[in-house]
C-alpha cells in the first residue's frame, strides 16, 4: 500500500508535518508514504490551464501522484476557520477532468493541528467535504490536535490516548485500501 500525503502547513518543521510524520509512523508494516513537496509551487485552479498543451508541470506531478497512491492523506492546519489554500488547490487541480479524475474512488483520511484547543476542526471538517465532493472516498472521523505546539516530543504525539485516535484513523485508511483492492 503506498499512501500520499498532503501537508496544507508549507512551513519546515510546523506542527502538522510532525502530525504526518507521526501518522506515517503508524502505517502497517510494508506500506509506504510520499509526501508531495509541491504544494507551494502549484498553480492556482484555472480550466484555462487546464489543457494538455497549457497544464503546469506540478499540476502533473500531483495529479499523477494521486493516481499512482492507494490513499490520500490530507493534514492540515486551520487558516481563519477553514483549509489553507494551499490544500484546497490540490483538491481542486486533482478532481478534474470531471469523470476521469485521479481523487475519484480514492480512499482518503484527514487530519489536523492547530495551536488552537479547537484542533483544526473547521478545517478537518471542510477537508471530508471538498474530499467527498471530488469524488474521494473519505473516513467521516477525523482527528486533530489541539494546543499542537506542545503536543509532540521527539516526533511523536505525547497524548497516548491521542496517539491510539491516530492509529485507528491510519488502520482504518488501510483496511479502506485493502477492501477497495478486493472489490476491483
Do not use: C
Amino acid at each position: 500500500m503506498n499512501v500520499l500525503v498532503l501537508v496544507g502547513s508549507l512551513r519546515a518543521g510546523s506542527t502538522n508535518r510532525q502530525l504526518a510524520d507521526a501518522a506515517v509512523a503508524h502505517l502497517p508494516e510494508g506500506t509506504s508514504a510520499t509526501v508531495f513537496e509541491q504544494l507551494a509551487d502549484l498553480a492556482h485552479y484555472s480550466e484555462e490551464l487546464d489543457h494538455d498543451d497549457a497544464l503546469p508541470q506540478v499540476a502533473r506531478d500531483l495529479r499523477e501522484a494521486v493516481a499512482d497512491h492507494d490513499a490520500v492523506l490530507l493534514v492540515t492546519p486551520e487558516y481563519n476557520g477553514s483549509l489553507p489554500s494551499a490544500l484546497k488547490n490540490a483538491v481542486d487541480w486533482v478532481s478534474r477532468p470531471r469523470g476521469a479524475s485521479s481523487i475519484a474512488g480514492k480512499p482518503a483520511a484527514v487530519i489536523g493541528a492547530s495551536g488552537s484547543p479547537r484542533a483544526a476542526q473547521w478545517a478537518r471538517e471542510d477537508g471530508v467535504k471538498v474530499l467527498k465532493v471530488a469524488g474521494a472516498e473519505v473516513i467521516e472521523d477525523t482527528v486533530g490536535v489541539g494546543s499542537a505546539f506542545q503536543a509532540f516530543e521527539e516526533g511523536r504525539l505525547s497524548d497516548g490516548e491521542l496517539d491510539a485516535a491516530l492509529g485507528d484513523l491510519v488502520g482504518r485508511l488501510a483496511t479502506q485500501v485493502r477492501r477497495a483492492r478486493t472489490a476491483a
